[in-house]
T-cell receptor, first 111, second 113 residues
Framework: SQTIHQWPATLVQPVGSPLSLECTVEGTSNPNLYWYRQAAGRGLQLLFY??????ISSEVPQNLSASRPQDRQFILSSKKLLLSDSGFYLC??????????FGPGTRLLVL | DQQVKQNSPSLSVQEGRISILNCDYTNSMFDYFLWYKKYPAEGPTFLIS?????DKNEDGRFTVFLNKSAKHLSLHIVPSQPGDSAVYFCAASAPGSARQLTFGSGTQLTVLP
């Protein structure tokens, strides 16, 4: 079965600083990978997804970007954080099936 | 435009009774539906799913019902336990290379002892 790792678990960053969140997957190869954000009291919003190395699709225009440098590594980045980037960021993985499995998440607070 | 809606932000149920969580969708292309359970500061945990070719799927205490004509699905938990207290999200996907999920806004279930 798939295991999804995310780090850091919690991050406090000042406005204007850069961001790098990492997600790695164990137990599968060539998965579809996803980044979601959950704002306080809201549902999960899909930010990016990737069906293979170097392939990134963006769902919403924003201050963030994603990269997939290796098969089981998915990175979420920003050059300059905004207050509105605060939230709970979740990485998910699926393997040629409809069910996505989620990592533990990263709580980001931008001050 | 919310394609997946959970109109009840919260639900309280007595332990041992049935919990029924509801979800509506508008996109007729959706053909796969899932329920996730989420605790604060943790990632969602997959609970149960259903394909549009079925109208019911059961797994232990959890049963999902799908009414395609009404574009409605529900999750039944019987009997409810205090450990079931969490936020429940329904999600839907349509055919495509990445099977992106569209989530509802969630329902906070509280099971009272």
């Amino acid at each position: 079965s798939q295991t999804i790792h995310q780090w850091p678990a919690t991050l406090v960053q000042p406005v204007g600083s850069p961001l790098s969140l990492e997600c790695t997957v164990e137990g599968t190869s060539n998965p579809n990978l996803y980044w979601y954000r959950q704002a306080a009291g809201r549902g999960l919003q899909l930010l990016f997804y990737s069906v293979g190395i170097g392939q990134i699709s963006s769902e919403v225009p924003q201050n963030l970007s994603a990269s997939r440098p290796q098969d089981r590594q998915f990175i979420l980045s920003s050059k300059k954080l905004l207050l509105s980037d605060s939230g709970f960021y979740l990485c998910a993985s699926s393997k040629g099936e409809e069910t996505q499995y989620f990592g533990p998440g990263t709580r980001l607070l931008v001050l | 435009d919310q394609q997946v809606k959970q109109n009840s932000p919260s639900l309280s149920v007595q332990e041992g009774r049935i919990s029924i969580l509801n979800c509506d969708y508008t996109n007729s292309m959706f053909d796969y539906f899932l329920w996730y359970k989420k605790y604060p500061a943790e990632g969602p945990t997959f609970l149960i799913s259903i394909s549009s070719i079925k109208d019911k799927n059961e797994d232990g205490r959890f049963t999902v019902f799908l009414n395609k004509s009404a574009k409605h699905l529900s999750l039944h938990i019987v009997p409810s336990q205090p450990g079931d207290s969490a936020v429940y999200f329904c999600a839907a996907s349509a055919p495509g290379s990445a099977r992106q999920l569209t989530f509802g806004s969630g329902t906070q279930l509280t099971v009272l002892p």
